[in-house]
């Protein structure tokens, strides 16, 4: 009989490391089986059943999927190590202002004005686009976890402190889910082991020796609380 087990995918430079650590701490008998899905098909290999959850960055089509927000991330501009962008710890987007800049086919910044001015040959992938930053033919923006998936030694980054964040969501199919993917989401929301959605289990049912002892000592301490007023006085002499 094949064992269980539960697929999550994930974008590049998604970080299911944390989640996966826990998952296997609590169900080392379930396989947590990790598949990189590229960004463009992370919700479509959701519904189409590739994957059993996955996650995945904002705005997405999340048509017949439930999605949890996970984090936010930082967007930042990619650039060469010598490039004058370099000499503060972070820019804004005026910096970019006149730079040219790639638009690569998976951009997944929501930016409807982004800055600089985009050079009219778009690179397929992000990976792409990395090689063409190096060409110095423009500047990159991007997620920081991206900038950090393809980093180069000839490259660098800087945080765009007036750029809108990238958000990274966990998605699955909507409707009830099955119990391995419900166990999974409790990770992700931080539920303790043994918790059930967040309500507390019933309590056994004890034995019938185990009510007539709770009985009996019921009866003793009732016992002790009614002998306990006072002392016993010695009559005075």
Not at 134 to 154: C, E, F, M, N, T
Not at 182 to 201: D, H, L, M, N, T
Request: proline share 9%; net charge neutral; hydrophobic share 45%.
């Amino acid at each position: 009989m094949t064992p269980l087990s539960l697929t999550l995918g994930y974008v590049p430079g998604g970080t299911p490391a944390k989640w996966a650590r826990i998952w296997a701490e609590r169900h080392p008998q379930v396989p947590l089986q990790l598949c990189a899905v590229d960004a463009a098909d992370a919700a479509a290999a959701v519904r189409d059943g590739a994957v059993d959850l996955a996650l995945l960055r904002l705005p997405a089509d999340t048509s017949a999927l439930a999605v949890i927000p996970l984090y936010e991330e930082t967007t930042v501009a990619v650039v060469p190590t010598e490039h004058v962008l370099t000499a503060a710890d972070t820019i804004t987007a005026a910096d970019l202002d006149g730079e040219p800049t790639l638009l690569p086919l998976d951009d997944v910044v929501a930016w409807a004005d982004a800055p600089g001015s985009p050079i009219e040959h778009r690179p397929e992938t992000t990976r792409d686009a990395i090689e063409l930053v190096a060409a110095g033919l423009g500047a990159l923006i991007v997620p920081q976890s991206l900038a950090r998936l393809y980093h180069r030694k000839d490259l660098t980054y800087r945080p765009i402190t007036d750029a809108p964040t990238c958000a990274v969501a966990l998605a699955f199919p909507e409707g009830p889910q099955s119990g391995l993917v419900e166990e999974f989401i409790g990770i992700v929301r931080g539920r303790k082991p043994g918790s059930s959605r967040g309500q507390a289990e019933a309590a056994p049912k004890r034995t019938a020796r185990e009510k007539t002892l709770a009985k009996q000592a019921a009866r003793a301490a009732a016992g002790k609380v009614a002998r306990k007023p006072g002392r016993t006085q010695r009559g005075r002499r």
